[in-house]
C-alpha cells in the first residue's frame, strides 16, 4: 500500500516562504504524477500543482510565478517551495500520488498565511 507523508506547514506571515515536502513509500512506479492539492475551510479541494515523472508542470493560476514544484524520481518525493505567500494560500495543503489509475493522498499539513 502507498503511504504519503507530508511535512514542511506552519504560520508564515504574508509575503513569506515556506516549502513544503512529501515522500511517497509502497508500490510506486513510473509513469506517475505527484502533486499537491489544498483545502481551505467552508472550500472544495483545489489543485495547487502536479508534475508528472516526467518533469512536466503544471500550476494553478493563482500560484503562478509564486510557487516551484519540483521532485526526485529515485526517491519518490516531491516538493514546494511557496514564495510571496498571501492570506489566501492559508490551507490544508495534501500530497497526491496517480499512479496506475489510482489516487493516493497524504494526511495533510495545514498552511497559515497571517500576519
Given at each position: 500500500?502507498?503511504?504519503?507523508?507530508?511535512?514542511?506547514?506552519?504560520?508564515?506571515?504574508?509575503?513569506?516562504?515556506?516549502?513544503?515536502?512529501?515522500?511517497?513509500?509502497?508500490?510506486?512506479?513510473?509513469?506517475?504524477?505527484?502533486?499537491?492539492?489544498?483545502?481551505?475551510?467552508?472550500?472544495?479541494?483545489?489543485?495547487?500543482?502536479?508534475?508528472?515523472?516526467?518533469?512536466?508542470?503544471?500550476?494553478?493560476?493563482?500560484?503562478?510565478?509564486?510557487?516551484?514544484?519540483?521532485?526526485?524520481?529515485?526517491?519518490?518525493?516531491?516538493?514546494?517551495?511557496?514564495?510571496?505567500?498571501?492570506?489566501?494560500?492559508?490551507?490544508?495543503?495534501?500530497?497526491?500520488?496517480?499512479?496506475?489509475?489510482r489516487a493516493y493522498w497524504g494526511k495533510g499539513t495545514l498552511v497559515t498565511?497571517?500576519?
Amino acid at each position: 500500500q502507498v503511504q504519503l507523508v507530508e511535512s514542511g506547514g506552519g504560520l508564515v506571515q504574508p509575503g513569506g516562504s515556506l516549502r513544503l515536502s512529501c515522500a511517497a513509500s509502497g508500490s510506486i512506479f513510473s509513469p506517475n504524477t505527484m502533486g499537491w492539492y489544498r483545502q481551505a475551510p467552508g472550500k472544495e479541494r483545489e489543485l495547487v500543482a502536479i508534475i508528472t515523472s516526467g518533469g512536466s508542470t503544471n500550476y494553478a493560476d493563482s500560484v503562478k510565478g509564486r510557487f516551484t514544484i519540483s521532485r526526485d524520481n529515485a526517491k519518490n518525493t516531491v516538493s514546494m517551495q511557496m514564495t510571496t505567500l498571501k492570506p489566501g494560500d492559508t490551507a490544508v495543503y495534501y500530497c497526491r500520488l496517480t499512479v496506475a489509475n489510482r489516487a493516493y493522498w497524504g494526511k495533510g499539513t495545514l498552511v497559515t498565511v497571517s500576519s
